[in-house]
């Protein structure tokens, strides 16, 4: 049997795309249903691009705390704030930020219409109604939330970080406007842009393969040593190709290989945020994958975007087991690239040292 795979059914690119936000939500607004929900991210708050958003009479704008990864606690205290200042259904969530936002946009939206708390639909197909309808407007380009049917959740009480895998998570309407993503930090743009490029290296070598996703692999893996090889990443031709990646990226997200699992491990020991974790991941597994190893140096370099060491010294041997235990755990990703025996390359002993080189 062929999986049968859904994609994002409406997207705009291009600079400035953003002010298209109001016909579409007019368009939305004629449906049953009522008010549009907004989640911004907490970074923009009384900054000029809110105020620039077409926010009507009866809408609601909450801003999202992206400091720490989605939890799923969080996303019930969400879903109890739409709820309690919406008693009618929405016409429309709109998310307005990097993945976090967009994961919290995607994860509340399932929340509306179906029963119970968000930890009850962490796994595969289990949302049954269909959500709000959601349109998406990243701000941030290289998770592939924009395009992707997950939204990462940690569950704090049960160390799982897993998301809501289904069709009914991808967002019905994309937004892509480059020129959104102009003023974030330096640093953090080269870390999220990174985890398109670890995405799809890690798909392309590993040994559960799609041909339609290793054809996108390419493409975005592609794209991305051309944007962090180059003089400025963040320069105008390179914040429209960093959103075409990730959008490329996201798409082709498969199986994963050995830098997500070392990257999952760094956020439940040290709640490390996912870009920046996957960039640590690589630093110590030059023998695994010494072609992107080296590359990724160059680009740091390029970029001079510093990653300061030491991370992991001093750490209790407590927190080495959980470092360990959250990376190991990941059986499928890390078999995809080292086969079943992983064990006998990642003894806890070699796992534990990656760590402390970090
Ligand atoms: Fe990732």
Not at 75 to 90: C, G, Q, T
Not at 218 to 242: G, P, R, T
Not at 265 to 277: D, K, N, Q, T
Not at 316 to 331: F, K, Q, R, T, W
Request: aromatic share 10%; glycine share 8%; charged share 25%.
């Amino acid at each position: 049997m062929y999986r049968n795979v859904k994609n994002v059914p409406y997207y705009i690119f291009g600079k400035g795309s953003l002010a298209q936000l109001d016909d579409l939500l007019r368009e939305r607004r004629h449906e049953e249903g009522e008010g549009v929900v907004f989640f911004i991210d907490h970074f923009f708050y009384g900054k000029d691009l809110v105020a620039s958003l077409p926010v009507e009479q009866g809408d609601r704008v909450i801003y999202v705390d992206a400091t720490h990864e989605p939890t799923t606690d969080y996303m019930d205290v969400l879903a109890a704030k739409v709820r309690e200042a919406n008693s009618s259904p929405l016409s429309c969530m709109v998310a307005l930020g990097g993945g976090s936002v967009m994961d919290a946009c995607k994860a509340v939206a399932n929340l509306m219409t179906n029963p119970g708390l968000a930890e009850d639909y962490q796994g595969w197909e289990l949302v049954k109604n269909p959500p709000v309808y959601k349109i998406a407007v990243p701000t941030l380009a290289g998770t592939g939330s924009e395009c992707s049917r997950t939204c990462v959740l940690s569950n704090v009480k049960k160390r799982l970080k897993l998301g809501m895998n289904s069709d009914y998570t991808v967002f019905d309407q994309v937004i892509m406007d480059p020129e959104l993503t102009r003023s974030v930090p330096r640093d953090q743009f080269f870390y999220t842009g990174m985890d398109t490029y670890m995405h799809c290296f890690e798909t392309l070598t590993g040994s559960y393969r799609n041909r339609i996703v290793d054809a996108l692999a390419e493409k975005a893996v592609a794209m991305c040593e051309d944007i962090f090889l180059s003089d400025d990443m963040m320069d105008e031709v390179n914040l429209e190709k960093m959103m075409i990646a990730s959008y490329l990226g996201g798409m082709a997200t498969g199986y994963v290989g050995v830098v997500h699992p070392f990257s999952a491990g760094l956020s439940v020991a040290l709640h490390m945020r996912h870009g920046i974790a996957n960039c640590y991941a690589l630093t110590v597994l030059e023998d695994i994958y010494p072609e992107q190893h080296a590359q990724f140096m160059r680009m740091l370099e390029r970029q001079q975007v510093h990653l300061p060491g030491g991370i992991c010294r001093r750490l209790s041997a407590e927190d080495y087991d959980i470092l360990y235990e959250g990376a190991i755990v990941h059986e499928n990703s890390l078999s995809n690239r080292l086969g079943p025996d992983f064990k006998q390359i990642l003894s806890k002993q070699n796992v534990i040292e990656r760590f402390k080189r970090m």
